[in-house]
Every structure is written in structure tokens, then in C-alpha cells.
């Protein structure tokens, strides 16, 4: 596979948010990556999840109740007992679909597109001895909060991953990472407003000047949590496709996170504005 900033070079790569889920098939699965991959999707983002005796899963942590039906953390779980779960529906009823260990994950995708391993902060060193297993380095892009602690570990213990911070209205990371001995290939952005710093196509155009690559979120987790200035996969669905997608492909955004890639990827290829 190409480098992930050569692909984004080409394209806008569209990161399938946990996977495409729906109906019986719960996010978070080897179903519904399988079902990203087989619509297009650039990028598949994970949740990594850590036991009580180390073991990484793919789940999002404080999910539990509404997707197991499980009132205890992962994190507080042994192995033995998170391999007995399942997946419930968007019904609440049971499905087959256990909760899959980050290597069962990393085996399906390898070879078959990018991967997102977000929350990554829980086990840096574990999550990374993974991916360097698989032999996934230059496949798998790792966050951090925009903090210098997480600057440090990621130093210490990945230092060749593709490595993005989510940073939260303004930069104040960026120049101290092109100094760190860090693989630091661009930014996850949140800003509630079009007028915030790394909304602008000012912000955007200087950091693709720096050859770095940015990613926005159309996802909506919670209304209340504005990520894109409402330029969302809610307002592409139900309102006009542009005011979303085609909003955060004109901008400039190199990777565009959606619930919904199939529908993303025909509006952006249906208008010309996925390829650059």
C-alpha cells in the first residue's frame, strides 16, 4: 500500500467511523469493517480496548451498557470474560457478534486499507508492539490528545507510526511536533464555529504547505458535541449533501470521518470533488 499522505495527496480518503453498522450488524465489529471495506472506505477507525490483564479488544470504552448489556468496564474485565460477550442490535436484541481482539482486527484489514486506532492514550506501548506485529506500521494511523504528555510517549514508544494529535479550535501543537523525532503526518480538528483558527483555509492551506494532512469528523456521536461547525453526515442525509461533505471537501480536509460511507463517497465522486 501507498503512504497514507501519498494516497491523501490523490484523494480525499474517507475514514469509515467504526466500521459501517446497521441494522443486526453493531459497530465495532469484523462484520461491519468488512461491510466498510467492501463500500469504500479509505480508512477504517477502531476503538482500542484494554483488560484488566492487558489484552486489547476493539471496543469503545463506556459503551458497555448499550452494546453488550454489560454494567462493568472492559478496562475492569478479565479476557476469559470478555470473550464470552456479544453485541447487541440497534434493537437491543442479541447478536452473534463478539467483541474481537485488536489482532483479529488488524488481521482482516492489513493489505485492504488504512486503519485508525483511536484511543490509542490507553496502552501506547501495547497497542504499538501490536501493529508492529502485523507488520502494520506505515498501515495504521495512531492519536493522542494535543497534550505533551502524549507527545512524550508517542516519542518513546512510536515514534514511526503515522501520528495525528485531535486538536480542539486552535494549534499550539504543530511547530513543537515538526521538532520531535515524532512520524507527525497532519491533524484531527474539532471547532464548533467556521471562524475557529483550524476551520480556516488560511490554517488549512499553511499546514498542507508543511506537507501535513487534516481530518474532519461529520460524524454526530451527540448533538451537543459539535465537531465541524455543523457541517455533518446529518445535515448531508436529511438536508443538502454540500452542506456537510462537500462543505469539508471544498475547505480543504484530506480525511472526512463518516457514519455513512457508501452514501459520502457516491455524493464526492458523483460531484468531482473526491479526487484532487
Not at 437491543?92 to 484511543?119: F, Q
Request: charge should be negative; aromatic fraction near 8%.
Amino acid at each position: 500500500m501507498k503512504k497514507i499522505i501519498d494516497a491523501a495527496s490523490e484523494r480525499i480518503l474517507l475514514a469509515a467511523h467504526r466500521g459501517a453498522a446497521g441494522g443486526n450488524i453493531p459497530c465495532n465489529t469484523l462484520a461491519a469493517y468488512e461491510i466498510a471495506l467492501r463500500q469504500g472506505a479509505d480508512i477504517v477507525e477502531i476503538d482500542g480496548a484494554v483488560t484488566a490483564d492487558k489484552q486489547l479488544y476493539v471496543f469503545h470504552p463506556g459503551m458497555e451498557h448499550p452494546h453488550l448489556r454489560s454494567d462493568i468496564r472492559i478496562r475492569d474485565m478479565m479476557a476469559e470474560d470478555v470473550d464470552k460477550l456479544v453485541f447487541v442490535n440497534q434493537d437491543g436484541t442479541r447478536t452473534v457478534h463478539p467483541v474481537s481482539r485488536l489482532d483479529e482486527v488488524l488481521d482482516l484489514i492489513k493489505g485492504r486499507a488504512y486503519v485508525n486506532v483511536d484511543k490509542f492514550w490507553d496502552d501506547i506501548p501495547g497497542i504499538t508492539d501490536c501493529i508492529r506485529r502485523h507488520g502494520m506500521q506505515e498501515q495504521v494511523i495512531v492519536k493522542t490528545g494535543a497534550d505533551p504528555k502524549w507527545f512524550d510517549l508517542v516519542e518513546q514508544y512510536a515514534p514511526e507510526l503515522p501520528y495525528m494529535p485531535i486538536i480542539s479550535e486552535t494549534d499550539t501543537c504543530t511547530e513543537a511536533l515538526l521538532k520531535r523525532k515524532i512520524n507527525f503526518i497532519g491533524a484531527e480538528v474539532l471547532f464548533k464555529t467556521e471562524e475557529s483558527q483550524v476551520a480556516t483555509k488560511a490554517y488549512i492551506d499553511t499546514m498542507h504547505e508543511k506537507g501535513l494532512l487534516l481530518w474532519a469528523n461529520a460524524i454526530v456521536y451527540d448533538y451537543r458535541a459539535v465537531l465541524t461547525a455543523g457541517h455533518t453526515d446529518d445535515s448531508s442525509l436529511t438536508g443538502d449533501p454540500y452542506s456537510g461533505w462537500g462543505w469539508l471537501a471544498d475547505q480543504g480536509y484530506d480525511i472526512i470521518q463518516t457514519d455513512w460511507t457508501l452514501a459520502a463517497k457516491l455524493y464526492l465522486d458523483e460531484v468531482g470533488k473526491r479526487v484532487k
